[in-house]
């Protein structure tokens, strides 16, 4: 006869240990699960003799399969690159523009362009391209410096303001207010003159700011307001603003501008990769 106790709410035998007065059923695990668990152990010890898995003191064992993922994706890399064949090579020889009229070659570019872009531009104009506050958008054709091939291929290969590159695009808005240039009524009223060229609330017309934006902004802009790629001046007559599309945010602009700054691309990514990105930018709608 066993001298178990059995719990009289379950009718389960106990395994007589007790604590602080709850005693632990009798309820061993079923057999499948045992079995799995067992598996589990097995398995556990062929992967580790059968591939890499111990750490050593400089490497890991190597299993005695050989397997290592490091050369596997060496030989994808091989692989990759001898399926390419001489198309990267051929890009950096074809001047930009021309890749356009080849279609193999531009339908490389743009497969490779996408995929650098997301590495390397992504993080400041956005996965699909449509920028932020400070960050152009890509894919309208409102362009700072030039939407046409060879000017995003420029933009990119050499940046704009970038320090380390002596051909970068570079142009710099005065502080008019905070050098004093002008007077807080004058700002004011170049304010209102700007956001009544693309219809902001607030914006108002007027003789004097008509004089203070041909004096002080068309030089830039174009007297229209149309802006001047040439010179980096963006449009002002238009509702893409890089910065803030409001009369507060365009006298502010004017008091004491910011100034983007873009890397220089080309002697970090290399001919091939830089044309590569003007192709996809160019593609994405609002190429010249």
């Keep these: ?38 598996g589990s152990i097995v398995f556990a010890i062929g992967y580790t003799v059968a591939f890499p898995a111990w750490p050593m003191i400089s490497s890991a064992t190597t299993g005695v399969l050989g397997y290592s993922s490091r050369a ?41 362009g996408k995929s650098i872009f997301k590495v390397y531009c992504s993080q400041c104009h956005g996965t699909g391209a449509t920028g932020s506050v400070g960050y152009p958008n890509l894919n309208d054709d409102e362009w700072v410096w030039g939407g046409n091939i060879e000017q995003i291929y420029a933009t990119i290969s050499h940046g704009a303001r970038s320090p380390t590159d002596p051909e970068t695009h570079y142009n710099v808005m005065p502080n008019f207010g905070a050098d004093g240039m002008l007077a807080a009524e004058e700002i004011d009223l170049l304010a209102k003159q700007v956001a009544s060229l693309s219809g902001i609330e607030g914006g108002a017309a007027s003789p004097e700011g008509n004089q203070l934006f041909a004096d002080n902004c068309a030089a830039c802009h174009s007297g229209g307001g149309e802006g001047m790629p040439d010179a980096g001046g963006p449009s002002l007559n238009d509702q893409i603003w890089l910065y803030e599309g409001t009369l507060a945010g365009i006298k502010a602009q004017i008091e004491r501008p910011r100034h983007g700054v873009m890397p220089a691309w ?21 190429g010249q």
Excluded: C
């Design 72 to 112: 596997n994706l060496d030989a994808e890399l091989v692989a990759a690159k001898v399926a390419q064949g001489d198309l990267v090579t051929k890009i950096v020889d074809t001047p930009v523009a021309e890749i356009l009229a080849n279609e193999d070659l531009a339908r490389f570019a743009r497969a490779g």
């Design 266 to 286: 080309q002697p970090r990514l290399g001919e091939s990769a830089v044309k590569q990105l003007a192709v996809y930018v160019h593609g994405l709608g609002g």
């Design 1 to 38: 006869m066993s001298d178990k106790e059995i719990d009289q709410v379950t009718g389960v035998e106990t395994t007589g240990h007790e604590w602080d007065g709850i005693k632990e059923l009798n309820n061993p695990l079923p057999r499948w699960w045992l079995w799995t668990f067992y």
